[in-house]
């Protein structure tokens, strides 16, 4: 298993991260915890949540959080592990409504803490944005909780880019670290924007992939399995209708074909592929993997082992809508 350093005064974090969003809820806590086992055992130290999940389901709010921090209680850990999750979600039936106000966001924070049954969360991030506030003053509150002890880090999930580079610059005049790591929809897939159906999630596009480029600010990767797309092209698998909406186009075609050919010359299954290609990039940058089989996990898992070819690499930004660019502005 590969470790990099996404901030000097943080451990060490597995180069894939597990995904825990249908924790305690669609999947029961004994699979959860047997998949945990499983993904602690090749190594894995990092796990990412977030206090909205499965709250779309009856009885579902904070079971992820809560099936999480009861795996590491039972197998005394928490000291070994890396948590992440998120907070500042608006309810799921006002979307409009932003929920970042210092009390909003507070409220979660403790939640979370309760839910995870500890003292402090390794990396909180800020799961939407609110324009309204500046954010410097998001900024203050957020090393309010720091300085508390409460957090050890914060990042920033579904963000524009004006509003990081707000951010960072704030930070600077704050003369704090501000935020480390940007979580955003990111994967070896071009997507097809417009089906998307939450418009307040944010997905990488070319000026907010140059700007990590320039930055180095780390990324976790959410959706980095495509849903599964490419996996299930290849092996024959039905693709759903809304999968297929958001995913079926000329470039992915090409990606395909690539994957097809490498799958077989490297011996590697595509899942490991394409979470080795967010591992690939030249900014820290590592991938939420969610598994609801623990063949998947099997077969992703090979990526934390695996380095993607420089050649492949250049190939596929040779296709990807938002990278065509970047080897003639960095040349």
């Known amino acids: 298993m590969k470790y990099l350093k996404l901030l000097p005064s943080l451990p060490d974090v597995s180069a894939l991260c597990l995904g825990t969003v249908s924790f305690g809820s669609k999947m029961p806590q004994k699979d959860a915890y047997a998949q945990m086992d499983r993904f602690a055992g090749y190594g894995g130290n990092f796990f990412d949540t977030a206090r909205v999940y499965a709250d779309w389901l009856p009885g579902g709010h904070g079971a992820s959080e809560k099936c999480l921090g009861g795996w590491a209680k039972e197998r005394k850990c928490r000291s070994r592990v890396i948590f992440s999750t998120k907070g500042g979600h608006p309810v799921l039936k006002t979307m409009n409504v932003p929920r970042m106000?210092?009390?909003?966001?507070?409220?979660?924070?403790?939640?979370?803490?309760?839910?995870?049954?500890?003292?402090?969360?390794?990396?909180?991030?800020?799961?939407?944005?609110?324009?309204?506030?500046?954010?410097?003053?998001?900024?203050?509150?957020?090393?309010?909780?720091?300085?508390?002890?409460?957090?050890?880090?914060?990042?920033?999930?579904?963000?524009?880019?004006?509003?990081?580079?707000?951010?960072?610059?704030?930070?600077?005049?704050?003369?704090?670290?501000?935020?480390?790591?940007?979580?955003?929809?990111?994967?070896?897939?071009?997507?097809?924007?417009?089906?998307?159906?939450?418009?307040?999630?944010?997905?990488?596009?070319?000026?907010?992939?140059?700007?990590?480029?320039?930055?180095?600010?780390?990324?976790?990767?959410?959706?980095?399995?495509?849903?599964?797309?490419?996996?299930?092209?290849?092996?024959?698998?039905?693709?759903?209708?809304?999968?297929?909406?958001?995913?079926?186009?000329?470039?992915?075609?090409?990606?395909?074909?690539?994957?097809?050919?490498?799958?077989?010359?490297?011996?590697?299954?595509?899942a490991a592929l394409v979470a080795a290609y967010v591992m690939a990039q030249d900014f820290p940058a590592v991938p939420i993997a969610s598994f609801s089989a623990p063949e998947q996990l099997e077969e992703t898992i090979k990526a934390a082992d695996f380095n993607f070819p420089v050649e492949f690499l250049a190939e596929i930004n040779k296709i990807k809508e938002f990278t065509t660019n970047i080897t003639k502005i960095h040349e």
């Open 101 to 270: 106000g210092k009390n909003d966001l507070r409220f979660d924070l403790e939640e979370s803490l309760k839910a995870l049954q500890t003292d402090y969360i390794d990396i909180y991030f800020l799961h939407r944005d609110d324009v309204s506030k500046p954010a410097e003053e998001i900024l203050l509150t957020m090393e309010e909780f720091k300085k508390e002890g409460k957090i050890r880090q914060y990042g920033f999930s579904n963000w524009t880019l004006p509003r990081m580079i707000e951010a960072k610059e704030a930070a600077k005049r704050l003369a704090v670290t501000g935020f480390i790591c940007d979580q955003i929809r990111f994967g070896l897939a071009d997507l097809n924007t417009a089906e998307i159906s939450d418009k307040t999630t944010v997905s990488m596009d070319f000026p907010i992939f140059n700007w990590h480029l320039k930055t180095k600010m780390p990324v976790m990767a959410y959706t980095s399995s495509c849903n599964g797309y490419f996996s299930k092209k290849l092996n024959g698998s039905s693709v759903s209708p809304a999968i297929e909406k958001i995913y079926g186009n000329q470039n992915n075609k090409k990606i395909l074909e690539k994957l097809t050919q490498w799958e077989k010359s490297l011996k590697i299954p595509a």
